[in-house]
């Protein structure tokens, strides 16, 4: 675990929120494995509602499963929970965070199929980042003895949800075309992947230039997100792609319906474009909303074109398809038992780095997934620069809102 106390630099005990940590008041010291450390977000807003604090460590229920978390993984939808504009999101504070592997370390009543020492991963309504976390069993999956846990956490979101993308909703065939945005990301590589599994897919990547050189060989073609990219792929591919892969929304939402060909498919799974500041902007959700074509049914119908969306935690813990994605995930531990996937790791964090970790990813400079490394003890010089040009930043927020 990532050493406490006297171990502990000055720079990260000023990150231990302790008011937040009231709630542990009257149990047990953490020696008595009564408290943990979690993350935690006190409020909606920017990196300074993040926190990581002490709290009451949760025991399992009744078909639950507890586990003691050895790595999380961290989406662009946590950056978008951290600032509310998600849908209903719960009152904070709260301890952010959908997914993680680790190690079972007790079950509740009535659970069967895991035992103690099982390493496992597993989807979480939140509370993902923490030293345990409890969970139902319809939500574990047993890990590949030759996966590591980084690879874990960076698997089951990610990976489940190119797969239901490409082959549950867009039925992905032998010498279709895909279009994805965001190449370079976690699900990005994922669908890459994915995608290699099936002869002579041909895969259109959406990247910053800046990662052309370490994704290219993953995709068929490369563009930069900042061209013209619809006008580069009608040159490759003048009748348009089969599959068009959104996490953006905005403009590329006209520009995807425009691209498929008769009998294509939209997929929309995500909305990035709508967060540009550190905080929730009316003014960025408003201009990326208004800039979605508006679609005509008639016109879907007059074009033989199929519009999606597609939520895998909605489709998990609103709309009760455990068995469906359980299916999935059979799907793909065999194929990364086969050796044809695997995930790709951008870089490893401690709990106490979270903050860096989430500003990594607004900057969309990540190459695959990033991992919260529970046991990773914190770099004290990043954390203290990290602190200085947050203070820094929120400075500049202040004086230009003044202005």
Same mark, same amino acid.
């Given at each position: 675990?990532?050493?406490?106390?006297?171990?502990?630099?000055?720079?990260?005990?000023?990150?231990?929120?302790?008011?937040?940590?009231?709630?542990?008041?009257?149990?047990?010291?953490?020696?008595?494995?009564?408290?943990?450390?979690?993350?935690?977000?006190?409020?909606?807003?920017?990196?300074?509602?993040?926190?990581?604090?002490?709290?009451?460590?949760?025991?399992?229920?009744?078909?639950?499963?507890?586990?003691?978390?050895?790595?999380?993984?961290?989406?662009?939808?946590?950056?978008?929970?951290?600032?509310?504009?998600?849908?209903?999101?719960?009152?904070?504070? @709260?301890? +952010?965070?959908?997914?993680?592997?680790?190690?079972?370390?007790?079950? &509740? %009543? #009535? *659970?069967?199929?895991?035992?103690?020492?099982?390493?496992?991963?597993?989807?979480?309504?939140?509370?993902?980042?923490?030293?345990?976390?409890?969970?139902?069993?319809?939500?574990?999956?047993?890990?590949?003895?030759?996966?590591?846990?980084?690879?874990?956490?960076?698997?089951?979101?990610?990976?489940?949800?190119?797969?239901?993308?490409?082959?549950?909703?867009?039925?992905?065939?032998?010498?279709?075309?895909?279009?994805?945005?965001?190449?370079?990301?976690?699900?990005?590589?994922?669908?890459?992947?994915?995608?290699?599994?099936?002869?002579?897919?041909?895969?259109?990547?959406?990247?910053?230039?800046?990662?052309?050189?370490?994704?290219?060989?993953?995709?068929?073609?490369?563009?930069?997100?900042?061209?013209?990219?619809?006008?580069?792929?009608?040159? @490759?591919? +003048?009748?348009?792609?089969?599959?068009?892969?959104?996490?953006?929304? &905005? %403009? #590329? *939402?006209?520009?995807?319906?425009?691209?498929?060909?008769?009998?294509?498919?939209?997929?929309?799974?995500?909305?990035?474009?709508?967060?540009?500041?550190?905080?929730?902007?009316?003014?960025?959700?408003?201009?990326?909303?208004?800039?979605?074509?508006?679609?005509?049914?008639?016109?879907?119908?007059?074009?033989?074109?199929?519009?999606?969306?597609?939520?895998?935690?909605?489709?998990?813990?609103?709309?009760?398809?455990?068995?469906?994605?359980?299916?999935?995930?059979?799907?793909?531990?065999?194929?990364?038992?086969?050796?044809?996937?695997?995930?790709?790791?951008?870089?490893?964090?401690?709990?106490?780095?979270?903050?860096?970790?989430?500003?990594?990813?607004?900057?969309?400079?990540?190459?695959?997934?990033?991992?919260?490394?529970?046991?990773?003890?914190?770099? +004290?010089?990043?954390?203290?620069?990290?602190?200085?040009?947050?203070?820094?930043?929120?400075?500049?927020?202040?004086?230009?809102?003044?202005?």
């Amino acid at each position: 675990m990532a050493k406490e106390g006297a171990d502990m630099t000055e720079e990260t005990e000023h990150m231990i929120d302790k008011n937040l940590g009231k709630e542990g008041d009257n149990v047990e010291s953490s020696a008595h494995a009564k408290e943990m450390r979690a993350v935690m977000l006190a409020g909606f807003g920017g990196l300074n509602k993040l926190r990581v604090t002490k709290k009451t460590m949760p025991e399992p229920q009744e078909g639950e499963v507890k586990i003691r978390v050895k790595a999380c993984g961290l989406n662009f939808l946590d950056l978008m929970v951290r600032q509310g504009t998600i849908d209903n999101p719960p009152k904070p504070p @709260l301890v +952010p965070g959908f997914e993680c592997s680790g190690i079972v370390e007790s079950v &509740g %009543e #009535n *659970t069967k199929g895991f035992e103690i020492g099982d390493r496992v991963m597993a989807f979480v309504n939140y509370n993902a980042w923490a030293e345990v976390v409890c969970t139902p069993v319809d939500f574990v999956y047993k890990m590949p003895d030759e996966m590591t846990f980084p690879e874990a956490a960076a698997f089951s979101l990610n990976f489940v949800a190119a797969y239901m993308m490409l082959f549950e909703v867009a039925n992905l065939r032998e010498g279709m075309s895909v279009l994805v945005h965001s190449a370079g990301g976690g699900v990005g590589q994922a669908v890459a992947q994915l995608c290699s599994t099936v002869p002579s897919v041909t895969v259109f990547g959406i990247a910053s230039c800046f990662k052309h050189v370490a994704i290219r060989d993953s995709v068929t073609h490369l563009f930069d997100r900042n061209t013209d990219y619809v006008q580069e792929v009608k040159k @490759l591919s +003048p009748e348009g792609v089969d599959i068009v892969l959104d996490c953006l929304c &905005g %403009e #590329n *939402t006209g520009k995807g319906l425009g691209l498929l060909k008769p009998l294509g498919t939209y997929i929309l799974y995500g909305a990035s474009n709508m967060v540009t500041g550190e905080t929730k902007s009316f003014f960025s959700f408003a201009k990326s909303w208004w800039q979605v074509e508006k679609v005509n049914p008639i016109k879907l119908y007059e074009e033989n074109k199929v519009i999606a969306g597609f939520s895998l935690l909605n489709l998990l813990f609103k709309q009760g398809r455990c068995n469906l994605v359980k299916t999935v995930m059979e799907k793909l531990l065999t194929l990364y038992n086969q050796k044809k996937i695997k995930p790709v790791v951008d870089s490893l964090w401690a709990l106490e780095e979270v903050k860096e970790a989430m500003q990594r990813i607004h900057d969309r400079g990540n190459i695959g997934k990033l991992i919260l490394d529970v046991e990773k003890s914190p770099t +004290p010089l990043l954390v203290e620069l990290s602190e200085g040009l947050l203070s820094n930043w929120l400075f500049v927020q202040s004086h230009f809102a003044q202005l």
